[in-house]
């Protein structure tokens, strides 16, 4: 069974929560932005990457965090933020464990309890927190699929800015081609994000189950 943190609780902000860099978009559009362009960009990456940690269900920024679990007698806990890059502090109903009394997959962040080498369940007693520096080193750490869905969902935002509603596509021959939702379209998800971004994002989503 597996036991979900009920608060987690931010102990150092992120550094960055940008999941790209301007460059890196305007590069990729072949265009030298004008400081306006500049200003408009960091807005929609901003926004961008708001609808992704919302549509996930979880923060990508590293952060260093603390989660609490209430009475978890499971024999797993997933920790909030995730890869994990280190645990800093274990402590079960008021005892703090030492390292040979949990084990940590880094990727998923599970973390077991062990007694004797062994994996066994979390005592269930009280409140047990578990502190540690997680998510990803944005932008450079970011996984290339969410890095390029991330990627065109900022172009389609930036390169539409005010436009005609009724507008179907848009078209600048060698560099950028987009089709946005109109009035009964499909092109857009219920996140805000556009559906074929929802769809490659899909597989890092938090799962509770």
């Not at 931010?10 to 550094?15: G, K, R």
């Not at 679990?69 to 079960?92: C, H, K």
């Not at 008021?94 to 040979?100: H, K």
């Not at 080193?137 to 800015?161: C, N, T, V, W, Y």
């Amino acid at each position: 069974m597996t036991a979900y943190a009920y608060k987690s609780v931010i102990d150092a902000a992120p550094l960055r929560t940008a999941v790209i860099d301007p460059e890196t978009v305007f590069a990729e559009l072949g265009v030298t932005p004008t400081a306006d362009q500049s200003a408009q960009m960091e807005v929609v990456i901003a926004q961008v990457s708001g609808l992704i940690d919302s549509f996930l269900d979880r923060h990508l920024a590293e952060a260093d965090v603390t989660d609490f679990f209430r009475r978890p007698n499971g024999d797993t806990l997933r920790l909030s933020r995730w890869p994990v890059a280190e645990i800093l502090q274990v402590i079960e109903g008021g005892t703090e464990l030492t390292p040979d009394g949990w084990e940590l997959d880094d990727v998923t962040g599970q973390l077991w309890r062990l007694a004797g080498g062994d994996r066994a369940c979390w005592s269930g007693c009280g409140t047990t927190t578990v502190s540690y520096v997680g998510g990803y080193d944005l932008p450079d750490d970011l996984p290339a699929d969410i890095q390029r869905a991330a990627l065109d969902e900022i172009k389609a935002k930036f390169m539409s800015g005010p436009r005609d509603p009724k507008l179907r596509s848009f078209n600048v021959p060698d560099t950028f081609q987009a089709s946005y939702s109109v009035g009964g379209g499909d092109s857009a998800g219920k996140s805000g994000l556009m559906a074929q971004v929802e769809a490659a994002l899909a597989p890092y989503r938090r799962m509770v189950v």
